[in-house]
């Protein structure tokens, strides 16, 4: 009688959305570099100690040498992140990568191509009456959405600490509680009716016009297309209250709503 095979796996291989940093190295200064995540690591510990990291070397003009490149991944390493692929990007990339022993990944150089060389998304219309002058330090209000326009993805549940939801090419609106340790986020806007405890990144793909917008302000992050402001950044006279986030000429603002 022969011996009965068993066929059942021992790990069940996934892929799916996966939280994971982006460095693009503008300067390639391996010191200057790594004294700024040290900086960062220093300031949220909780959000970016041990954080895996990819490095894009995209933003230069030519591909970091073998010993360049290793000596950002040592000082990054020493700073308390944990670099763990490169951004694709050509094909001294790949051998880089190769030479490092790190793996690629295209999502984040696809990202950036979009972001940086596609022209930027048309804006809405601009309404007849303008805005007063004396009121135009005002936050942007909401637009409302075209008759007929999708609604999104609708996330009734509560995302719960090591949860992440992601509304691909669309916006996102989440009905309960974002937990401390949770994620959401949408290449659209973000509109949050519970409390957000978490991390909240709209704008994913480079849409400088989105927005996030809650009920009860707690996060642990907030970013706008990758312009992004931690807990210890954000002022404390917001947490609690109704907030509003938003990108202007680079830099990413937050106020109460009304």
């Given at each position: 009688?022969?011996a009965?095979?068993?066929y059942?796996?021992?790990?069940?291989?996934?892929?799916?959305?996966?939280?994971?940093?982006?460095?693009?190295?503008?300067?390639?200064?391996?010191?200057?570099?790594?004294?700024?995540?040290?900086?960062?690591?220093?300031?949220?510990?909780?959000?970016?100690?041990r954080?895996?990291?990819?490095?894009?070397?995209?933003?230069?003009?030519?591909?970091?040498?073998?010993?360049?490149?290793?000596?950002?991944?040592?000082?990054?390493?020493?700073?308390?992140?944990?670099?763990?692929?490169?951004?694709?990007?050509?094909?001294?990339?790949?051998?880089?990568?190769?030479?490092?022993?790190?793996?690629?990944?295209?999502?984040?150089?696809?990202?950036?191509?979009?972001?940086?060389?596609a022209?930027?998304?048309?804006?809405?219309?601009?309404?007849?009456?303008?805005?007063?002058?004396?009121?135009?330090?005002?936050?942007?209000?909401?637009?409302?959405?075209?008759?007929?326009?999708?609604?999104?993805?609708?996330?009734?549940?509560?995302?719960?600490?090591?949860?992440?939801?992601y509304?691909?090419?669309?916006?996102?609106?989440?009905?309960?509680?974002?937990?401390?340790?949770?994620?959401?986020?949408?290449?659209?806007?973000?509109?949050?009716?519970?409390?957000?405890?978490?991390?909240?990144?709209?704008?994913?793909?480079?849409?400088?016009?989105?927005?996030?917008?809650?009920?009860?302000?707690?996060?642990?992050?907030?970013?706008?297309?990758?312009?992004?402001?931690?807990?210890?950044?954000?002022?404390?006279?917001?947490?609690?209250?109704?907030?509003?986030?938003?990108?202007?000429?680079?830099?990413?603002?937050?106020?109460?709503?009304?």
């Amino acid at each position: 009688m022969s011996a009965q095979v068993d066929y059942a796996q021992a790990g069940e291989l996934k892929f799916g959305q996966v939280g994971i940093a982006n460095l693009r190295v503008r300067t390639l200064d391996p010191a200057q570099l790594a004294e700024e995540m040290r900086e960062r690591v220093q300031r949220a510990p909780n959000l970016f100690a041990r954080a895996a990291v990819v490095l894009d070397f995209g933003g230069l003009s030519k591909t970091p040498s073998l010993d360049e490149a290793q000596a950002l991944v040592n000082g990054l390493r020493e700073a308390g992140v944990l670099p763990v692929a490169l951004a694709y990007g050509t094909k001294e990339i790949d051998a880089l990568s190769q030479q490092l022993g790190l793996p690629l990944l295209a999502k984040f150089r696809a990202q950036y191509e979009r972001a940086d060389d596609a022209p930027p998304p048309a804006a809405a219309p601009a309404p007849a009456r303008q805005p007063e002058p004396a009121r135009a330090a005002e936050p942007p209000k909401p637009a409302a959405a075209p008759q007929g326009a999708s609604p999104g993805l609708i996330q009734t549940a509560p995302v719960r600490s090591g949860q992440q939801v992601y509304a691909e090419q669309r916006d996102l609106t989440v009905l309960a509680t974002v937990g401390a340790g949770a994620e959401v986020l949408a290449d659209g806007s973000i509109h949050i009716y519970g409390a957000l405890r978490g991390r909240a990144l709209a704008g994913a793909q480079g849409n400088e016009g989105a927005r996030i917008f809650c009920r009860e302000f707690h996060a642990e992050l907030v970013a706008v297309a990758g312009h992004y402001k931690v807990m210890e950044d954000i002022p404390a006279d917001l947490r609690g209250k109704p907030v509003q986030v938003w990108l202007e000429n680079g830099q990413l603002r937050l106020a109460a709503l009304d």
